[in-house]
């Protein structure tokens, strides 16, 4: 028997000798896809409207791949919610759903058609993959059979999970990974009950699977990355335009560069739920990424990745802030909501100062020098150290430089798309209890934009002024070692409170 990392690594080469010689670099597509969604039709559809649903999706789908593989793509990921469109009702869903075997049976569902009953969707992706010869990363739904007696089994008789397929360049299933953390709104599906940890080789790399917002959790995505060491990571995704931090290509773009991993991301594109913004994100500089809140149609992104991405060397989040005091505060300090976050802020008065602003045990240091300070703009320092409670529960630390809607201090972290203030430099630090930080920033218009250097000691600097005027530079830092209180130990009224008011917010917003 040979010892575990020998067997891998002579897989690797078995996968490499065999198909081709493995590959430096590849190319990866990502398709924004304008989802057809279902009418809202009084009764559930039946199967065979639903299958002529998901029909039309994956024709355009099949567009998209076809392009993708002319264009020399190895792989092309789909968005979440791609091929059903976005439904939150367990019976409405249930005539989308396939069965959808494990990997392990070896199988290509484009030539052996009816080996686990009628899948017309499976088939349909495995040809698309196999006709083209490339991989595909689709987002469908999977059903299993339970025992209504048994209490966790739901009241249809089946667990229903969120699931992202992949298949390879031959249609063989590859990959079947089940969503883990579902938003307020997916009632329709079930979480299983231990995270996946889903990867599958190719001779362009190691990849790993999330969706949607299991990326912003520790299992699975830590651990992919980390103990799994996988190379590239694919998020199907639905989702929102959440400004200012959460702003899809923003933080996408920063997960990529604060894991040190590849990362393609495909969402929907949908104006109604304001969902945009899909892209191809390296950990070094190259980053590829479309959003667009104004036009109708869905677009191809196909962009050159390494195939193992070079990492430059890691980062100490909190060395600088660590060894400097905080300056004496020059203002006063008040108090303002972010993502329903109550941030500690502080206003900078002239245009140019240094100033630090601390929440609990995070303190955020700012050093900025504005080309001219304008009236009728408001910027300002945040700090947040705790419990981000809508949506989701998690503890984040997160340092901001950014500009206020209007000159109302009240109106600090509300969305905002403009700016007119220019800034020569800056640098931004913070004291981050752990090395989960994600650099970011956003320039006028609402650009998501690279324009600064990260040192080694966790400072996030321009010395050059940026391309346009500045809406905001963010460190988000992620404290997974915090897990989630039990109800009792937090604040429950305030807890609840925040649910009602996230909860008429989706109401109000159809919010995913
Ligand atoms: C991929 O290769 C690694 C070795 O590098 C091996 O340990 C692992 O089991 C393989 N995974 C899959 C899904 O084939
Ligand atoms: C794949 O190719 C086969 C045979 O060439 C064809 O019958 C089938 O319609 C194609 N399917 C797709 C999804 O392109
Ligand atoms: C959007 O797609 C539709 C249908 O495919 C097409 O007719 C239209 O020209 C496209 N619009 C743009 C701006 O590409
Ligand atoms: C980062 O720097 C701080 C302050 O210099 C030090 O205390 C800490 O141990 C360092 N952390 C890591 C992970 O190296
Ligand atoms: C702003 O500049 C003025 C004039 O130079 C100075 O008196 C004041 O102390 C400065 N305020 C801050 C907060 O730095
Ligand atoms: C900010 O700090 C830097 C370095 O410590 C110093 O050179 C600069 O004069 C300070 N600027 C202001 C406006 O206090
Ligand atoms: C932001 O600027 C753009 C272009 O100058 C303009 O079209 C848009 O309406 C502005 N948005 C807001 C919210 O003012």
């Known amino acids: 028997m040979l010892p575990s990392q020998w067997q891998g690594y002579l897989a690797i080469i078995a996968l490499c000798a065999f198909k081709a010689t493995c590959l430096d670099t590849f190319k990866a597509a990502v398709y924004e896809h304008a989802v057809i969604m279902p009418s809202e039709s009084v009764r ?35 968005p979440e919610y791609g091929i059903s469109g976005l ?91 089940y969503k883990k953390y579902m938003l307020t709104k997916e009632v329709q599906f079930d979480s299983p009950l231990e995270s996946e940890l889903v990867t599958f080789n190719t001779t362009f790399g190691k990849f790993g699977i999330l969706t949607g917002f299991d990326i912003l959790f520790h299992d699975p995505a830590v ?31 920063a997960w990529a560069v604060g894991m040190r991993v590849n990362l393609l991301v495909s ?41 193992h991405p070079k990492l430059l060397p890691p980062v100490n989040w909190s060395s600088y802030a660590k060894s400097i005091e905080p300056f004496s505060a020059k203002e006063e300090e008040f108090k303002s909501s972010i993502l329903f976050d109550k941030f500690t802020f502080q206003e900078l008065i002239n245009d140019t100062g240094n100033y630090s602003v601390c929440q609990k045990t995070l303190c955020c240091y700012l050093s900025y020098k504005m080309s001219e300070k304008k009236a009728n703009e408001v ?34 972290g509300l969305p905002t798309e403009n700016a007119s203030t220019s800034f020569d430099m800056f640098s931004l630090s913070g004291t981050f209890d752990s090395q989960y930080v994600f650099p970011e920033m956003l320039l006028s218009g609402l650009q998501v934009a690279w324009e600064f250097e990260v040192l080694s000691d966790g400072r996030i600097v321009n010395k050059n002024g940026t391309s346009k005027p500045l809406l905001m530079v963010t460190l988000f830092g992620r404290q997974y070692q915090k897990t989630k209180p039990t109800s009792a130990s937090i604040h429950l009224g305030f807890a609840l409170l925040m649910k009602l008011i996230t909860l008429i917010f989706v109401l109000y917003s159809a919010i995913w």
């Open 44 to 78: 559930p559809l039946n199967r065979e409207e639903a299958l002529t649903l998901m029909n039309k999706n994956m024709d355009i789908l099949e567009q998209a791949i076809i392009s993708a593989a002319k264009q020399g793509a190895h792989i092309i990921v789909t």
């Open 87 to 177: 439904i939150s009702d367990r019976l409405r869903i249930y005539p989308f759903l396939e069965n959808i075997p494990h990997p392990q049976v070896n199988w290509i569902p484009c030539i052996d058609r009816y080996r686990f009953g009628s899948t017309p969707v499976q088939e349909r992706l495995s040809c698309m993959a196999r006709n083209n010869s490339i991989y595909v990363v689709a987002n469908m739904a999977d059903r299993k059979t339970c025992d209504p007696t048994v209490s966790k089994c739901p009241f249809n008789g089946y667990y229903q999970y969120n699931t992202n397929v992949v298949y390879d360049s031959e249609g063989k299933l590859v990959a079947r990974y």
């Open 223 to 253: 651990i992919l990355v980390e103990t799994l060491k996988v190379d590239t990571i694919v998020l199907p995704v639905a989702w929102m335009n959440n400004l200012p931090y959460l702003y899809p290509a923003a933080f996408h773009a």
């Open 267 to 307: 969402n929907i594109h949908n104006d109604v739920n304001q969902m945009t913004g899909s892209g191809i994100y390296a950990p070094d500089s190259s980053k590829v990424y479309y959003i667009d809140m104004h036009s109708e149609n869905g677009t191809l992104l196909v962009s050159q990745l390494d195939s």
């Open 379 to 412: 910027y300002v320092l945040g700090a947040f150290d705790g419990l981000h409670v809508a949506e989701e529960e998690y503890y984040i630390q997160v340092c901001t430089l950014l500009k206020c809607l209007t000159t109302m201090l009240e109106t600090c």
